[in-house]
T-cell receptor, first 107, second 116 residues
């Protein structure tokens, strides 16, 4: 069993749609990370959160510590949002990564 | 700031050869991480340093892998001898302080290693 589960695995959306990617984890965490990997391979750290909600532009990340669940939302999606989104649970010295959600936004 | 700088961007080597990957973290960042990404296993943390000291190397797959951070501005990941199954993209990332939860991570562009 994976310590971090993401869903969906693949997602195709029309430009402008509201997108939600989910992450569930089974370990106690010190922080939960959302990463974005572009088609070229580069990785960008989007959020690191341990409680509540964070917002950056059209991206919103939420976490429910009791339910061990986090969501990444993208409002007004755009083709440039097409990427793989990876959830990672940090527990002290360990990092557990989800397998990623591949998002394609169609114009 | 130029960000986290990794070199080389691509490396092709023959099985059995020694491979050295390099990383320059962002100036002032106290923590440095090495990750490996493969299609089969996804993204894995190999090792991380805090103030140049290795904190956790439990992710290092075998004794063939070693990592050093001789100073705050440079780290290496060495594989000797390399094997085809080591083929992957290796990422380096740095953060101001691993214990400060409000900070995110900055990733390098990665080194794509192919062992033939």
């Amino acid at each position: 069993k994976n310590e971090v589960e993401q869903s969906p695995q693949n997602l195709t959306a029309q430009e402008g749609e509201f997108i939600t990617i989910n992450c569930s984890y089974s370990v106690g965490i010190s922080a939960l990370h959302w990463l974005q990997q572009h088609p070229g391979g580069g990785i960008v750290s989007l959020f690191m959160l341990s409680s509540g909600k964070k917002k950056h532009g059209r991206l919103i990340a939420t976490i429910n510590i009791q339910e061990k669940h986090s969501s990444l939302h993208i409002t007004a999606s755009h083709p440039r949002d097409s990427a793989v989104y990876i959830c990672a649970a940090a527990t002290g010295n360990q990092f557990y990564f989800g397998t990623g959600t591949s998002l394609t936004v169609i114009p | 700031d130029a960000g986290v700088i990794q070199s080389p961007r691509h490396e092709v080597t023959e099985m059995g050869q020694e491979v050295t990957l390099r990383c320059k973290p962002i100036s002032g960042h106290n923590s440095l991480f090495w990750y490996r990404q493969t299609m089969m296993r996804g993204l894995e943390l190999l090792i991380y340093f805090n103030n140049n000291v290795p904190i956790d190397d439990s992710g290092m797959p075998e004794d063939r892998f070693s990592a050093k951070m001789p100073n705050a501005s440079f780290s290496t990941l060495k594989i000797q001898p390399s094997e085809p199954r080591d083929s992957a993209v290796y990422f380096c990332a740095s953060t101001p302080a691993v214990t400060r939860r409000s900070y995110g991570y900055t990733f390098g562009s990665g080194t794509r290693l192919t062992v033939v």
